[in-house]
């Protein structure tokens, strides 16, 4: 029988196969690339098998070394669930959580909620990561933080997940927009048209194309927004028109600009915000308890 891999020896390998490269997987591991090198050799004859492929020019995995590094990362998880579930018996809302936030909800609910928690549970240090959906989930699932505020909807099978509340889409454009002439707004074609999106990988995108009932939008000039500070400031430079959250609304988004918002018709499109963790956690507690705070 093969002696079983150490989890140092695991987490190189994980580092190599995501970086295909020495140099940057001994970075992200913090070791020297020589230590790097030979806790890999080690693996490989430990196991009896090769792992990755290599020469002067790239690096690869080998199909058995990408059904390792599959099952390395299963075991990473546990191992690291582990850690957190003996730290964890010390006592409930006390240590560091890793939270996940996607850029379209951070800096409109953070600084209400934040404070709470700290006056809540003054023991429990919250460590903040902003990101895009799909780069929160996979850090979710590397173990790499506990929980990650999202906006559903987005897949989120095998997690645990508690939906907090909805966040309705407001219109927002100049004051004299013709898409503000009726009293009652509703999306339709001629409005659509006229929407500005953020660019691929924010969940927004995907929420406003959902809403509109379409796949795709026509770019404006090629232009697409990185940031909803960014697609105010397109809209009030008159390039079109565009749905904003609720919650981005009521917390001065629009300041010191010359834009309006209206919430749209009874059956205004909404997103929903969530709360996700691991279906494993072992600060079950913990979770328990940001939810709370999130919903008061």
Sequence with gaps: MAALPTIKQLRYLIALSETLSFTKAAEACFVGQSTLSAGLKELEDSLGV?????????????????GVVERAQRLIVQADDLVDFVEGSAGSMVGVIKLGVIPTIAPFLLPSLLPKIREQYPNLKVVLREDLSANLMEKLNRHELDFALIALPYDTEGFLVKELFDDEFWLVANENDPAFKNKEIQLNNKLTDRLLLLEEGHCLRDHTLKACKRSQL????????????????????????ALLPEMAVKSGLLKQTQLVARSLSSSAPKRRIALVARASTARIEEFNALVKVIKT
């Design 50 to 66: 090769q792992l990755v492929e290599r020469d002067k020019h790239s690096v690869s995995m080998t199909p058995i070394g990408r």
């Design 218 to 241: 026509a770019k404006h000039d090629g232009i697409e927004a990185t940031s909803l500070l960014t697609l105010v400031q397109m809209v009030e430079s008159g390039l079109g028109i």
